[in-house]
């Protein structure tokens, strides 16, 4: 007796987005696949005052790490800077792979972490997909962190 095996080697694919405890920006397109919202602040980082005006709340304090975890990786912080460098601001995974120097899958990887974290949005133009830094993301970062409040 044999059974009978699948034809195809492709992983199902799932629009169902990761289980986690920091909040994370979704962007919606209500009216069609090229309907764009204007991207909001990251909830994991729009939240908190900066660290050195009030203590930040345990919840904060994951959500806000989510963040930085997702700019602490090297190539993240090249692909956030590749990105925001490129004429007009955006770029497709095909735009990255070299100057990185790494395999599509792997920069596909790193720019849905970083969309997932709030850093860039991802419009999808026919088949390919372009990301764009979201604006005012790296500056909700920096404001956070910032000492700029800190009075003598």
């Known amino acids: 007796m044999s059974t009978a095996r699948p034809t195809s080697t492709a992983?199902?694919?799932s629009t169902a987005r990761p289980t986690s405890t920091a909040p994370v920006?979704?962007?919606?397109?209500?009216?069609?696949?090229?309907?764009?919202?204007?991207?909001?602040?990251?909830?994991?980082?729009?939240?908190?005052a900066p660290l050195v005006r009030e203590p930040i709340s345990a919840a904060?304090?994951?959500?806000?790490?989510?963040?930085?975890?997702?700019?602490?990786?090297?190539?993240?912080?090249r692909?956030?800077?590749?990105?925001?460098?490129?004429?007009?601001?955006?770029?497709?995974?095909?735009?990255l792979t070299e100057p990185l120097g790494l395999a599509q899958p792997t920069v596909s990887h790193h720019l849905k972490t970083l969309v997932e974290a709030g850093l860039?949005?991802?419009?999808?133009?026919?088949?390919?997909?372009?990301?764009?830094?979201?604006?005012?993301?790296?500056?909700?970062?920096?404001?956070?962190?910032?000492?700029?409040a800190v009075r003598p």
Do not use: M, N, Q
């Open 60 to 77: 904060d304090a994951v959500g806000l790490a989510g963040v930085l975890k997702a700019i602490a990786d090297p190539a993240r912080l």
């Open 11 to 13: 992983r199902p694919t």
């Open 79 to 95: 692909v956030l800077s590749l990105v925001a460098a490129r004429d007009g601001g955006t770029a497709c995974v095909c735009d």
């Open 25 to 48: 920006a979704i962007t919606c397109r209500p009216d069609g696949p090229d309907a764009v919202l204007p991207p909001a602040p990251i909830p994991a980082v729009a939240c908190c």
């Open 120 to 148: 860039l949005t991802r419009e999808k133009r026919g088949v390919w997909a372009y990301y764009s830094l979201v604006p005012g993301a790296l500056d909700d970062v920096a404001r956070v962190l910032s000492s700029a």
